[in-house]
């Protein structure tokens, strides 16, 4: 497969022998914190770090907007040299829109294995690797001991097993004037809460090609009878964030802490269990958070030493840990981030989070969206769909999942003639590689 690689030499700016590299890093997750001058000024200061190791080297921090502005501005070329983004990686690859690492993590002796491995299995493709870990955002369950306590049952196992996991939603799940309590709540609906558990089952979203879809394999159907026969369809189980009272068992990412102990407080007594055993093992979900470079960027030198030193080297992830109790990529600072997080708020340092960064270090965690390589944002329409149509009890879980395979299988057909497109395309744009999309209308 051939995709865009580097762009133009590095031009100097007004300053002689300066070359200056664009980074946004002011994403929405941040947005809570402070304001935008504020966010600025800190992330200015943890910067000049970077640029006093890198002489020459001058950091221009430039808005993110959001994705889809992100994407124009590369076919553009005005893209930030280096940005974050949210599981959005493999309709970036389809537009040829990041840059190939590959040679700088050879040349760099970049070590994956210092990442979450299910992070570098996602982002490694077929044909190269075109970002790096930002952040290990997995999931784990938080259990209301209170509400076990009231109904006269005992605590689970940390070992306990998918059939304990819910024949215990189910002793759980009641209604008491008019108001229910569900058993279990899962953070992330539709199609993305089968990532908290089809590792566990030995499924997979796609084969390794990521050019067929694999929901319809015997371990996939186990994995969705269990969740739509044995939690959802029964009621025990649901999707969202409870509040409250409103459930016993919320499964939630690191990122939602705060939020959960700001909503569940000190009032009841609470603890962070790890994912059930599955018949493969344990399995939970992981955000797809990545560094990426533009395809059409002019710094690709300069630009890859800042995302090595956002990615691979401590000192930002550390900044990050202590000003917004951000989830490191690294495994290595995992603990560090369960110091800080206990450090600032004592009360969550027996609340056992060493859940959730064994969740990310161990490989239990599955990033979600690991969808097809080509189709990705029409297959997760086809899956949306199906998943309704099953949690809507019009077909069963088999005839669901073969019909949005066979359905997004089709569509990935295409990739031949997408093929044609892109490598007729690398000729007229060399230095730029333009989506699909665009290729086909002629742009």
């Known amino acids: 497969m051939v995709l865009a690689a580097c762009g133009p030499a590095a031009r100097p700016t007004a300053a002689s022998g300066t070359v200056t590299v664009k980074v946004a890093l002011d994403i929405y997750a941040l947005q809570q914190y402070g304001t935008v001058t504020e966010r600025a000024a800190l992330f200015a200061k943890v910067l000049a770090e970077f640029e006093a190791a890198n002489r020459g080297v001058r950091v221009q921090q430039v808005p993110f907007i959001n994705t889809a502005a992100i994407q124009t501005a590369i076919v553009a070329g005005s893209a930030p040299d280096v940005f974050p983004d949210a599981s959005k990686y493999i309709s970036y690859i389809d537009g040829q829109l990041l840059l190939k690492l ?8 970049v070590r994956m294995s210092a990442f979450s491995p299910k992070m570098v299995e996602w982002l490694a ?72 558990f089809r590792g566990g089952f030995g499924a997979h979203i796609t ?9 319809s394999t015997p371990q996939g159907i186990a994995a969705g009878d269990w969740w739509f026969n044995e939690l959802l369809l029964p009621g025990i189980a649901a999707t969202g964030v409870g509040a409250p009272g409103a459930t016993v068992i919320q499964n939630l990412d690191m990122n939602f802490l705060l939020h959960l102990f700001t909503a569940w407080g000190t009032q009841r007594k609470w603890v962070f269990y790890p994912p059930p055993v599955y018949p493969q093992g344990r399995s939970t979900g992981m955000a797809g958070n990545f560094w990426g470079i533009s395809a059409t960027t002019r710094v690709a030198e300069q630009a890859w030493a800042l995302l090595r030193w956002l990615a691979v080297e401590p000192v930002w992830q550390r900044f990050m840990m202590k000003t917004f109790l951000w989830p490191p990529g690294l495994n290595a600072l995992l603990s560090e981030w369960v110091a800080v997080v206990t450090q600032v708020a004592p009360a969550l340092a027996d609340k056992q989070l060493h859940w959730y960064t064994d969740a990310a270090a161990q490989g239990w965690a599955h990033v979600r969206d690991a969808g097809v390589l080509y189709q990705g944002s029409n297959a997760l329409q086809i899956d949306s769909t199906w998943y309704n149509e099953i949690a809507g009890g019009k077909v069963s879980v088999s005839e669901g999942f073969a019909r949005a395979d066979d359905q997004v299988d089709a569509l990935e057909q295409a990739a031949p003639a997408l093929e044609t497109a892109r490598a007729t395309n690398k000729a007229r744009f060399p230095s730029r590689g333009p989506a699909v999309a665009q290729v086909a209308q002629g742009l």
């Open 102 to 109: 590959d040679q700088y993590i050879r040349r760099d002796n």
């Open 207 to 215: 084969d390794t090609s990521r050019t067929r879809q694999t929901l």
């Open 125 to 196: 493709l077929p044909f190269g690797t075109f970002a790096l870990s930002r952040e290990s955002d997995a999931n784990a369950f938080a259990v209301d001991l209170s509400a076990l306590d009231e109904a006269g049952l005992p605590y689970p196992p940390s070992d306990w097993t998918h059939t304990e996991f819910a024949q215990l939603c189910g002793a759980l799940t009641r209604t008491t004037n008019g108001k229910k309590r569900i058993g279990a709540m899962f953070i992330y609906g539709g199609f993305g809460v089968l990532s908290e």
